[in-house]
């Protein structure tokens, strides 16, 4: 799979531009207006195809490592910031990924996971939806 773009985002904010060397995004210690605004819409920017892509509006999370285990289940989230929450935790973290073209594949860092995880999201499709038993 070609890879679409890299991005790390955190809660307490991170300001990103793009470089056009990269062809990416990266972060950037020169913010202006609202940070975390500008990272909604930075993350809605490079996640765009795959929600054209996403009929249902339904993810499958999978390997969010908290204090127990590792956590997986499903979204609904029709726009970029509802869907950063159903990847994330309530609090403050951080997440490293990488936006694929059916995917995205990331790492959650936070309070109960300081070295991250190996996360992916991906669309539910409407065959899995029926299978699975999602409404």
């Known amino acids: 799979m070609k890879t679409q773009y890299q991005f790390t985002i955190t809660s307490g ?6 470089n056009e060397d990269a062809d990416d ?10 940070c975390w605004d500008d990272s909604i819409q930075d993350f809605t920017n490079i996640t765009e195809h795959l929600f054209d892509a996403n009929e249902t509006y339904l993810w499958r999370v999978r390997g969010i490592r908290l204090w127990d285990g590792d956590a997986s289940g499903f979204v609904k989230a029709r726009d970029a910031e509802d869907l950063l929450r159903g990847m994330t935790v309530q609090g403050d973290w951080t997440i490293c990924g990488t936006v694929l073209e059916d995917r995205i594949e990331y790492s959650l860092s936070h309070h109960d996971a300081p070295m991250g995880s190996s ?6 499709t409407e065959e899995q939806r029926e299978e699975w038993g999602l409404y």
Do not use: A, R
């Not at 972060?27 to 207006?33: D, V």
């Open 13 to 18: 904010c991170s300001c990103t531009v793009y």
């Open 25 to 34: 995004y990266t972060p950037s210690s020169e913010c202006w207006g609202d």
């Open 119 to 124: 996360s992916v999201v991906e669309i539910v």
